[in-house]
């Protein structure tokens, strides 16, 4: 057999398999290998490295990652939706591997039993989302702890989420004791409780992000730095709806425990408002911590005082 026939042979044997591999919904990328199921292709990276592949449709399946990278891919950004199925009883995708990278996904309908039902559970490692939905859930991302490791999210979209039935409070994004979170051009709105960005990490940058609560219900702060942050918050418009839990402040510092330094957090470059036809008085900034914030440039509605030290 000529060394010809043998690479025709061979086209015409990977053909079909190759074929096979891409009509799979789950593909992984480096391998061409591709699966039916979501948690079979990340059991198969395992401590690995590798981008999952996903086809447009609407799952009712989710996935616990433990280790290794993961990139969870759309072919087509905003074609794929993973809708209410909790692995654990948390969320959706269950991250506690090296990293993750979530791109182009829409996360929806996720309540579990504890009222924490989340598109992403975040228990250890970094984590990027890019291009991505979060909406009609309890909360959108939800995190453990982990000091030493970064979120990052840009161009993402937070939705009708969270809420307090009983006191017990779920937010848009809830973020705990992480080295860094990072929000960039991202929009916030129609929440349903509880605050949009809440956030123990020792530094925050949140910029160019739009925070819409006019058709907000029961809503509290817009972002809230519980525990105290160093960072960045700029370029971002703000704007407070009627319906309110509490329309005190804009942006909270240091409301509960604090264990990070605050001194020198700048807040500039954003506009802030109270919504048309709504009397009342807010404060853009409320300060629990003896820090020096640092506050500049802010265009700021009537009726919004600067700043309030409690």
């Known amino acids: 057999m000529s060394l010809r026939t043998i690479s025709v042979a061979l086209v015409l044997v990977a053909a079909p398999l190759l074929a096979q591999a891409q009509a799979a919904p789950f593909v992984i990328e480096e391998s061409g290998r591709g699966f039916s199921r979501l948690a079979d292709a990340v059991a ?80 250890r490692g970094d984590l990027t989302v890019r291009d991505s939905v979060f909406r009609n859930s309890e909360q959108g991302i939800l995190t453990h702890d982990d000091p030493a490791a970064t979120i990052s999210i840009d161009h993402t979209t937070f939705s009708g989420l969270g ?30 409780g509880g605050h949009y960005v809440k956030s123990r990490a020792a530094q925050a940058d949140i910029s160019d992000s739009s925070f819409d ?68 008085r807010s404060t853009f900034v409320a300060n629990w911590t003896r820090d020096a914030l640092r506050l500049s440039g802010n265009q700021l509605s009537a009726g919004l005082k600067p700043y309030d030290e409690r």
Not at 59 to 66: D, G, I, K, L, T
């Open 44 to 123: 198969a990276i395992g401590a690995g490295d590798g981008t999952i592949s996903i086809a447009p449709g609407t799952y009712r399946e989710c996935a616990v990652q433990s280790e290794g990278r993961v990139a969870y891919t759309a072919r087509q950004p905003g074609s794929v939706i993973f809708n209410g199925i909790a692995c654990e009883g948390k969320a959706g995708l269950v991250l506690r591997g090296r990293a993750a990278h979530v791109q182009g996904i829409i996360f929806q309908n996720f309540r579990v039993a504890d009222r924490n039902g989340s598109g992403i559970r975040l228990e």
């Open 163 to 192: 809420g307090c039935p009983d006191g017990m409070c779920s937010h848009s994004i809830y973020i705990g004791n992480y080295g860094r979170l990072v929000v960039t051009r991202s929009r916030f709105e129609q929440g349903k």
């Open 213 to 280: 609560d006019t058709r907000g219900t029961s809503t509290n702060y817009m972002i809230d730095l519980p525990a105290g942050s160093v960072g960045t918050i700029t370029r971002n418009i703000f704007v407070q709806g009627r319906n309110k839990e509490n329309y005190s402040a804009f942006i909270a510092v240091g409301a509960e425990t604090i264990n990070h330094p605050s001194d020198g957090l700048l807040i500039t470059a954003n506009r802030a408002e109270i919504a048309p036809g709504i009397e009342r």
